[in-house]
């Protein structure tokens, strides 16, 4: 009997090649099934699918997030065009991190943000959101998925164009937005500042500081001067002192400044703050951001 020796380069050939064409095939599946998830009536379904475009490792999926957040003209009470719909796509694209999606980020932002009123309509809340008989304006901490107005979503877009590298737009879109009239487009515009790691618009934040009136921008604009600073100075003195604050909003956004810092000596502050605090939702962040103080052992 006569056996055939075959090269080792062919076996090779053969065995890498068809699993390639597998992948291949297997890869633009996917992609076709989460583009039909996009367009979805459900907004949790479209939400999922936005999520697993954003977890693939290349740049593929990334258009199809940016088409997400645009909407549809022909269709502008869809589900699709929902404004959660836009948040978690600027969510996304912040994660991806490809400054390809800047111009639309923009552009959606300019869009959308022409209607925004000056004050956002309060929310009637119940004993579970630990607000009872009181109301809260629109912010991350009170607000669930189908409840996200446009303003979040606007202000999502905004932290997203400051977490991307800046171009001259996007920070001129960022500055003007840190003189709007709605106080939850102007904290979301110093948190954008804050990404950016510049520490160039710390004058244009301090004097935004200055002029703030409401609690709210004014904890948001702070956070981003002390985040930038990196100081144990006059300003982080008074993120400690918000801490205590009687609006639930500030003490949550004053806690969250404190993480980015990640400065050892501002545990003990929220070891304190947190024996008090009867905000469920922002009890459960302070206790994140103290294990996230502690872990890190920084002086």
């Avoid at 004014?218 to 100081?231: D, H, T």
Wanted: with cysteine; proline share 6%; hydrophobic share 35%.
């Amino acid at each position: 009997m006569r056996f055939i020796t075959i090269p080792k380069y062919i076996c090779i050939s053969f065995v890498f090649f068809v699993p390639a064409v597998l992948f291949a095939e297997m890869n633009e599946r996917f992609f076709e099934i989460q583009r039909t998830r996009l367009s979805s009536s459900n907004i949790s379904e479209i939400r999922d699918a936005i999520d697993q475009l954003t977890f693939v490792k290349s740049s593929q999926g990334i258009r199809d997030i940016i088409s997400a957040m645009e909407g549809s003209s022909h269709f502008p009470t869809s589900p699709g065009n929902a404004p959660a719909v836009k948040f978690y796509a600027a969510q996304a694209l912040a994660k991806k991190g490809d400054k390809l999606a800047v111009p639309y980020l923009i552009k959606t932002y300019q869009k959308e943000s022409a209607n925004i009123p000056e004050y956002n309509p309060p929310k009637s809340r119940t004993w579970k959101d630990g607000v009872a008989d009181s109301t809260s304006v629109s912010s991350p901490y009170f607000y669930e998925e189908g409840e996200i107005p446009i303003t979040l979503t606007c202000g999502e877009i905004l932290r997203t164009l400051g977490s991307l590298p800046l171009t001259s737009e996007s920070e001129s879109t960022i500055k003007s937005a840190l003189m709007s009239p709605n106080f939850y487009i102007r904290s979301s515009a110093a948190d954008a500042l804050y990404f950016s790691g510049k520490g160039q618009v710390l004058s244009n934040l301090s004097e935004a500081l200055s002029k703030e009136t409401v609690p709210y921008a004014k904890i948001s604009i702070l956070s981003a001067v002390v985040g930038l600073e990196r100081l144990p100075n006059q300003n982080y003195k008074a993120v400690l002192e918000s801490l205590t604050d009687k609006d639930p909003q500030v003490r949550a956004k004053a806690s969250d400044a404190l993480s980015r810092l990640n400065f050892r000596i501002s545990a003990p502050y929220l070891e304190k703050v947190i024996q008090s605090e009867n905000d469920p939702k922002v009890l459960k962040q302070m206790k994140s951001d103290y294990q996230s103080i502690i872990s890190f052992h920084t002086p």
